[in-house]
């Protein structure tokens, strides 16, 4: 507020300018740049915009140039700044699965009339959000015939700066086309894509696209305990009511929500045991009845002992039903002791589709909170007594309330990764937007074409929400799915965000170094909403690192712009999409989402610390494993066995790929032929992979084989689809393909004939029993697991150099087993000494690392002996 109070008073005496017709504006704005002001609270933005005048006062916060976010109609007269930083640092994590960082905006009325109708309130709102939105406009850079024009009348200090486009928010949902209108009107180069959401947009509450996000979160809570929520009926609790976009849309996602309470800003609802089938069908009615709230209910719907009740009424009396219900002898209840009591009701969901804060920690005071409204029914996380929580809405918990409550055994993401859904459908409406835009303005579309193109790309759009919105989610179980055992390179991606000024441990309610040393002493790993904070960083970092040519210009990664886009896009415009606007940071966020989402939040990181490639050669060479290995499909196969699978398989399914895709990115960035392109890797390892794969019970020993079957087998018994089983179960085997591809274009002989030399050698020489030695080796910080890795890229190695000597000393084209036989032979002398010295390492269960680098090195001399006596 002081911030505020300091431009107020220079603006005082003279805040009026004239527009282009020269009259005068009720207004003014600024564009600072916040980071120079060293006595603004933390986190500061990149830029911000201040529009004053006597009748509305705003505030733009962005993270970056290419930045979006919704204006918030503020009731908070003193601290309505504050509120907007605070949803603009949730919108800055929330943005990481989009194009544009973080934004927010916010503006006060400052003479509403008090006591006044609701529509003459809803026009002083308009009228003071079109003078907050040509406040913004009138600071903002435009572009016209591919320049870049400074707006008039304005001292411009920055560079050029066109790229702001806003987005709908509380008590804004319906003025999209305002904001538009004035964009056409200022001539910006957005036109209707400056505001998404707009009559000419996609409808967020018509396509239910937040709740559809956030209730991928809430069936993969539900999958985690056993639970299929859609064919099950489960109990819930609910904040909100059903004319709401993201709650009414959330309580009809499922036919099996049994709802006993709920409550908004006058009713609280209540209904003991309430029939499934009945209730959805009332819920869904009042959804569509406009304006409707919890009194339209149909009260002979709802089951004995309950009803609803007022906000307002000095007490509730509680019938023997609610009593039950709350686990309570109580006669009656305030309201809002009510309220908490629903909040802590052991149900199977907390559905949070409302505004306000209602879960804090023990450690929190309200006033910490920010939300004095909702002072009096806030409730601690450890007090919850839900399995799982869905948070549809914005700021529903505090972060600590979260991880107190995600500490106890409760399942939560955070809001911004379960209600990622909206921001990213707007993003897709202004990236799709932008691309027509220019080709109505070229003359290849009417402004009637591109509007029914947008109209039938709806589904489309929203299948690629859906399916971020899954994989963001099932990317955060993956990591936790090991829980303690991950928490030492996690500490160490921390540090590092730290180290590089990207991240503020106390700002985002990380663990101190002293708080995880006491986790991994007790064995306990971050929690859900921890890591969903970690991912989000992992891709934001990401963004910004792989918008470089490096990226952007690589064909087979370029591709990923054009498949960005919904298919009928993709089919008629695929050549005018290699020129968006945004193109290199459209390929940037999708490859950046794939690296986390498909590895891990450290997974390029840690590349970058084991190997010392770029973060550019980590996402191509990434590339190339995850293609040559087939694991986008595999992939796809295993989520595709949701509800058939126990998800703790799938987990592990998708856990031991990951780490083959690490082992195999790590080869390609050592190994590969440099000068190749990503798709001429492809192409030369690709066949090597299927061949083998086709073949690979023919190359291997017997013993080993068996191996594989057993494991198959394993996997099957868990119901895991045979095709799955087998590719997960060779996949550490067909690693080896790699090697071997190059061994036989070496050598020019039968990629067959080199790996029946390669697998019988292995296994004659114990070199596979050695390898699963080094893969269970423990490890207890980063320097034993680069040891670790380093291990099994020497004994890769050493295989394929022996591998290499015996078809050296191989001129005929005898059978394998003979070939093996004769160098095994004629080696005897110097095949001893490993063997006794695997012997020793056999008499012992655990070893020391020492061990395994004596004995490389060993290995070592072996194959280099053998190369000098051939």
């Known amino acids: 507020r002081r911030y505020v109070e300091m431009i107020d008073a220079t603006l005082r005496t003279n805040y009026y300018q004239l527009d282009k017709a020269g009259n005068i504006k009720p207004y003014v704005s600024f564009k600072l740049a916040p980071s120079s002001i060293t006595d603004m609270p933390l986190p500061l933005p990149k830029f911000e915009i201040f529009v004053y005048s006597p009748r509305v006062e705003g505030v733009h916060l962005r993270w970056g140039k290419v930045a979006r976010g919704g204006l918030r109609w503020s009731d908070r007269k003193e601290d ?140 993969r809570h539900f999958r985690e305990i056993g639970v299929n929520c859609q064919t099950t009926d489960f109990t819930c609790v609910g904040i909100g009511d059903m004319a709401g976009d993201v709650f009414g849309n959330g309580m009809l996602l499922s036919e099996h929500t049994q709802l006993v309470g709920a409550f908004n800003h006058m009713h609280i609802f209540v209904d003991p045991t309430p029939n499934a089938a009945k209730s959805f069908v009332e819920r869904k009615r009042l959804f569509e009845l406009p304006g409707s709230s919890w009194d339209d209910y149909n009260r002979e719907l709802i089951s004995a002992g309950g009803g609803i009740f007022l906000r307002s009424a000095k007490s509730i009396k ?83 309330g979260r991880v107190e409550y995600a500490s106890q055994g409760g399942r939560i993401n955070t809001d911004f990764t379960d209600n990622v859904g909206g921001v990213d459908c707007s993003d897709n409406e202004v990236n799709i937007k932008i691309l027509l835009n220019q080709l109505v303005a070229a003359g290849d579309l009417t402004l009637k074409q591109r509007n029914q193109m947008l109209y039938e790309m709806t589904d489309d759009v929203a299948q690629i929400v859906i399916t971020n919105a899954y994989r963001q989610s099932q990317s955060i179980s993956v990591t936790s799915f090991r829980g303690a055992e991950q928490l030492k390179e996690q500490q160490r991606f921390i540090q590092g965000l730290e180290r590089e000024g990207k991240l503020d441990r106390g700002l985002e309610f990380l663990p101190s170094d002293e708080e995880l040393s006491e986790r991994m002493a007790a064995g ?122 126990d998800a703790q398989t799938q987990l592990e399914l998708m856990f031991y790929s990951r780490r083959i895709v690490r082992r195999a990115t790590r080869w390609f960035l050592r190994a590969r032929n440099r000068s190749w392109s990503i798709s001429e890797n492809i192409a030369f390892f ?9 073949h690979l019970y023919e190359v291997m020993d017997e013993s080993e084989v068996a191996e594989h079957q057993q494991a198959v087998a394993a996997l099957v ?154």
């Open 524 to 645: 306990q790993g971050l929690t859900r909403p921890e890591l969903a904070v970690l991912v989000a960083y992992g891709k934001m970092v990401l963004k910004e690192q792989l918008n470089c040519p490096e990226v952007t210009d690589e064909p087979f990664l370029a591709n990923m712009l054009v498949t960005s886009f919904p298919a009928k896009l993709q089919q008629q415009f695929g050549a005018a999409l290699a020129q968006h606007p945004l193109r290199g940071e459209i390929i940037a966020t999708r490859v950046a989402n794939m690296l986390v989402n498909d590895m891990g939040l450290n997974f390029a990181s840690r590349m970058k610390d084991e190997t010392g490639a770029s973060v550019a050669e980590v996402a191509c060479c990434f590339a190339m494993a995850r293609e040559v290995f087939g694991l986008n499909q595999l992939w796809r196969d295993i989520e595709g066995c949701d509800n058939l699978v």
């Open 318 to 400: 509680l019938s023997p039903e609610m009593q039950t219900l709350l686990g309570t002898d109580k006669a009656s209840m305030a309201p809002n002791e009510l309220i908490k009591a629903l909040l802590c009701l052991n149900v199977d969901l907390l559905w949070n589709g409302g505004i306000g804060t209602y879960v804090k920690s023990a450690r929190e005071s309200d006033a910490e909170v920010g939300d004095r409204s909702n002072d009096v029914l806030r409730v601690n996380g450890r007090d919850l007594r839900a399995r799982i929580v869905g948070e549809g809405g914005n700021l529903g918990f505090t972060q600590l």
């Open 80 to 219: 309505f700044r504050t509120e907007v930083l605070g949803l603009v640092k949730a919108q800055q994590v929330k943005n990481t699965v989009i194009v544009p960082v973080g934004a927010k905006g916010g503006f006060y009325c400052k003479q509403m009339p008090a006591g006044a109708p609701r529509a003459v309130i809803q026009e002083e709102g308009k009228a003071c959000y079109r003078l907050f939105i040509r406040g913004l406009l009138d600071v903002t850079d435009n572009i016209i015939g591919g320049e870049v024009i400074p707006p008039k009348s304005v001292v411009r200090h920055d560079e050029d700066d066109y790229y702001l486009v806003v987005a709908a928010d509380k008590g804004t949902a319906t003025f999209s086309d305002i904001a538009n209108e004035i964009s056409l009107e200022y001539g910006h180069w957005l036109g209707d894509a400056f505001a998404s959401g707009g009559s000419v947009g996609y409808d967020h509450k018509k396509m239910g696209i937040t709740a559809r996000g956030a209730w991928e979160s809430v069936k």
């Open 686 to 694: 690709r066949p090597a992979f299927e061949t083998l794969g086709q």
């Open 717 to 870: 018994a868990k119901q895991v689809p045979q095709a799955i089983a087998r590719q997960v179960a060779h996949m550490s085997s067909l690693f080896s393909s790699l090697d071997l591809a190059q061994i036989a274009a070496e050598h020019k002989t039968d990629i067959l004939r080199a790996a029946n030399v390669y697998y019988r050698l292995g296994a004659k020489l114990d070199l596979h029993w050695f390898l699963d030695q080094i893969n269970h080796q423990p490890v207890g910080n980063h320097w034993q697991a680069m040891a670790r890795a380093s291990f099994r890229e020497d004994l890769d190695w050493q295989q394929r150099s022996l591998t290499s000597v015996v078809l050296e000393g191989c001129k005929d084209q005898r059978e394998c087993a003979t070939i093996l036989a004769d160098w095994i032979s004629e080696h005897e002398q110097l095949l001893s000494r490993w063997t006794h010295m695997l012997a020793d390492f056999k008499t012992t269960s655990t070893h020391e690392f020492a061990k395994f680098s004596v004995a490389l090195r060993e290995l070592n001399l072996l194959q280099l002996n053998c190369r000098t006596s051939a």
